[in-house]
């Protein structure tokens, strides 16, 4: 989709850790804001979705959560898949194996990281 007149601001958030696709990203301008996602089978970015502003909707705001949402989920994703895996080792285990304790301390720790938001 192509915009003309209107002056536009692009917002580019930051690298994801590991990721096959680019980020998604804003286009602000007066009236909404554009949100580009790459398109794999056109192998480029593209809108695929618009936010618009009225009286009681900060289109800006909502097209910034919307793109945060999805990249912190894509940065996050294998974090979430490890904490999935360790609960799971403990909820078939028939009692706290070490290998299920050490897997869930590993991992829980490297979620309190992320929230803290260190390394």
């Known amino acids: 989709m192509t915009r003309t007149n209107k002056k536009t601001k692009r917002v580019a958030h930051n690298a994801p850790v590991q990721s096959t696709s680019p980020r998604w990203i804003c286009h602000h301008h ?11 089978k056109n192998n480029r970015l ?5 936010t618009h502003q009225t009286e009681f909707v900060d289109a800006h705001a909502n097209a910034e959560l919307i793109v945060s949402a999805v990249n912190d989920y894509e940065k996050h994703q294998k974090l979430i898949a490890d904490l999935t895996n360790a609960l799971e080792l403990c909820l078939n285990s ?26």
Do not use: F, N
């Open 46 to 50: 593209e809108v695929i979705a618009e």
């Open 94 to 119: 028939k009692g706290l194996s070490w290998e299920a304790e050490q897997e869930t301390g590993v991992v829980l720790a490297r979620a309190h990281r992320v929230v803290l938001g260190e390394k």
């Open 30 to 40: 007066a009236s909404g804001s554009d949100i580009e996602a790459y398109v794999e």
